[in-house]
């Protein structure tokens, strides 16, 4: 093999393959450098892939010298990847457990590489070339601009979390953080959670920053995404400097080849959709622009007005800096919480349908005022289950273990999970009696009692069936924040990032669905979520309303948000109080790092066994220190996509030998072979 090539280079593909491949590079090949395009065969497959590293024979490693070394198929004529994206990758790779190949892929994925060739009437010049030097000055509060300067003091130093109200403003003190970045000649990255709320904060943000604003995320067409990377890697030139620019993204902007980066928001930084579910790897984009800006010496500010546990023991232990804005812009008072006992009101015949009287008389009132009502419901559908009344089967997915919900609008029966579709029949298939019945109410049977209610009234609706059509979602929120639209009944997509300044009421449906999940951070969830809600009315100098519906009046989250209305909470109750020493005293995330493995298999009794097989390794191997291994255990989701599920949790400590510990356990599991799908997930959301 020696001699039989100019050199070899080490060739990272998109695939879960932990070692080095290296191919030889011929004559004609000797352009090739670190970050090079390149097209391989790989066993049967070609594949395009990227260099990470030039090597003569005598610096190969020893096992690849004994193999068969094939040679590069084609050097591709691409702008090159550069050394830190590669390096990037790698700290994402160690860290979450997966091979630099998988970030690789997630960095650009098979629409991304075939972006490489998809051609752009516009060019970085024409971005850059009509960039303004000078902004829109934007005018602090006196509690901003103490906000602004605290930021200032700690953020050379560390990152610094800004826990702001509902309704403070964080958003001005932004933009006077990222002016100061750009006037220094650095780029800034702007992560938000979901796309609906990057679109809303877009065109706020347009009218400020105009052509130095780019927005990515994965509804943007393919011509912008590669247009977005030409003007990020655009050196510039005589005519046309490169100037600095914000990047307003969801998490998959993180792997954007940021070099010039100079600054790092996370706006609602607790947010759960910062967490990639699957494919690997399984990162959380706020953690992941953290190594992002520790690599780069970027500075870093998280925001949000109901902080993640982890964000707030990062602050206790002196690793964040803290700094509060408890006034809101509008200096409205905290909204009115009002909690309604929906089994009093059964009792004594005051509920209509979804609806308490007491909650019917108080949207007639809002209306009345010409205020306008957000009615919150975190299911979609028109019915979350339909049940047979003679054999009392529910009708479940026939790929996933979850009961499928009744969408009346298309007359459908649908699986939220793998999407499985079918038309609905009155006729129950295990007992064929014309039986079934809908039970519960999701978005669409809240809209429709609104309706019967309030017949007069203007009613929308947006949830994630909406949120298919670009054009008819835009035309909802736009309606709703022009004052078009009475009520909004809405999802979770509704409860964070929007600015309707006519909103005066906010209920909340069957709340006992948002206090009554299997987690251990169930209460943190709800908590973060009651109280961005909290802050969705009175957003102007007029106070707003809560409403809560629920059977579980005194559940302790329902307790606190009700105190915090009055307040007469402790403002640091969330960081230490019963939540968080509960979480300390049986080991869970933020006082330990934890690993889940999951299992997956369409065979039940080979999962069965295979899941044995590593429990009996796991509980038994000295090559790592766990505080606790637990499992196998059925997950909420036993069966998903016609696959079955076990799980183990693995808790570390989170101490000097962390990173050796979770390096040691993938190797166990790797070790073991399992004929199974095995699935490592880091710090599981």
Not at 291 to 308: E, I
Not at 377 to 391: A, F, L, M, W
Not at 443 to 464: C, H, Q, V
Request: glycine residues 6%; hydrophobic residues 40%; aromatic residues 8%.
């Amino acid at each position: 093999m020696e001699g039989q090539f100019v050199f070899y280079a080490s060739v990272i593909l998109p695939i879960k393959w932990e070692g080095e491949v290296f191919y030889g590079v011929t004559a004609g090949q000797e352009t090739l450098r670190t970050g090079s395009w390149v097209s391989v065969v790989f066993g049967k497959r070609t594949l395009q892939g990227v260099v990470r590293r030039c090597a003569a024979w005598n610096e190969l490693p020893y096992e690849s010298r004994s193999l068969e070394i094939k040679p590069l198929a084609e050097v591709l004529e691409r702008p090159a990847v550069s050394a830190g994206e590669i390096r990037f990758w790698d700290i994402i790779a160690r860290y979450y457990l997966c091979s630099a190949g998988e970030v690789f892929k997630a960095a650009y994925p098979i629409l991304t590489v075939r972006q490489q060739e998809v051609s752009s009437h516009r060019k970085p010049e024409d971005i850059l070339g009509s960039v303004e030097d000078g902004l829109d000055e934007v005018a602090l509060s006196e509690a901003q601009q103490k906000a602004m300067d605290q930021i200032l003091e700690h953020l050379d130093e560390k990152t610094v979390l800004l826990e702001g109200v509902t309704g403070s403003g964080k958003t001005e003190i932004y933009i006077k953080l990222m002016d100061k970045c750009l006037s220094e000649g650095k780029d800034v990255l702007y992560l938000v959670p979901e796309i609906a709320m990057g679109n809303h904060l877009h065109q706020r943000l347009k009218k400020h920053y105009g052509q130095r604003l780019l927005c990515f995320h994965s509804s943007v067409t393919q011509a912008v995404k590669k247009l977005i990377r030409d003007v990020l890697t655009f050196k510039g030139t005589e005519q046309c400097p490169r100037r600095p620019v914000v990047v307003l993204g969801t998490r998959s902007s993180v792997f954007l080849p940021l070099e010039n980066l100079g600054l790092v928001i996370v706006d609602e930084e607790h947010d759960s959709s910062f967490k990639q579910e699957d494919p690997s790897p399984r990162y959380n984009g706020r953690d992941a622009a953290l190594f992002l800006a520790r690599m780069l010496g970027a500075k870093v500010l998280l925001g949000s007005a109901t902080p993640s546990f982890e964000s707030l023991y990062n602050c206790y232990t002196r690793k964040f800096a803290k700094v509060r804005l408890t006034e809101k812009y509008f200096q409205s008072p905290p909204p009115e919480v009002t909690v309604i006992d929906t089994i009093w009101t059964r009792k004594s015949r005051q509920m209509k349908g979804s609806f308490s009287q007491q909650l019917i008389n108080l949207i007639e009132k809002t209306i009345a005022e010409k205020k306008q009502v957000l009615v919150f419901r975190n299911i979609r559908s028109y019915s979350p289950v339909v049940q047979c009344s003679n054999c009392g089967e529910p009708l479940k997915c026939p790929h996933c273990n979850v009961p499928l919900s009744y969408h009346r609008y298309d007359n459908t029966l649908r699986c939220h999970w793998c999407e499985y579709k079918a038309p609905y029949s009155p006729v129950c298939p295990s007992c064929h009696e014309q039986s079934l019945e809908l039970r519960g109410a999701g978005t669409e049977k809240i809209e429709e009692e609104l309706r019967e209610l309030f017949p007069n009234a203007s009613i929308a609706r947006y949830d994630a069936d909406i949120a298919k059509s670009k054009k008819e979602a835009e035309k909802v929120l736009a309606d709703f924040a022009g004052g078009k639209t009475d009520i909004l009944v809405g999802t979770q997509m509704t409860s964070k990032g929007f600015d309707f300044e006519n909103l005066a009421l906010v209920a909340v449906i069957q709340a006992d669905t948002i206090l009554s999940q299997q987690d251990f951070r169930a209460d943190e969830k709800a908590m973060q979520l009651f109280i961005q809600l909290l802050g969705r009315s009175g957003r102007r100098s007029e106070r707003g309303s809560l409403v809560i519906q629920t059977n579980q009046k005194n559940h302790p989250v329902i307790k606190e948000v009700v105190s915090m209305s009055q307040g007469v909470a402790n403002p640091d109750q969330k960081a230490d109080g019963s939540m968080m020493a509960e979480r300390s005293m049986y080991c869970f995330p933020p006082f330990v790092r934890l690993v889940n493995i999951i299992l997956r298999d369409k065979n039940y009794h080979k999962l069965e066994t295979a899941a044995n097989s590593l429990a009996n390794v796991l509980k038994s191997s000295r090559a790592f220190s766990a505080v606790e291994v637990s499992g196998p255990f059925a997950p909420r989701m036993e069966k998903l996509r016609d696959e079955y599920q076990l799980c183990f949790s693995v808790k570390f400590a989170k101490d000097a030998n962390l990173a050796k510990n979770k390096d040691a356990l993938k190797k166990v599991i790797d070790i073991v072979k399992l004929p199974v799908q095995t699935i490592i997930d880091v710090d599981p959301s």
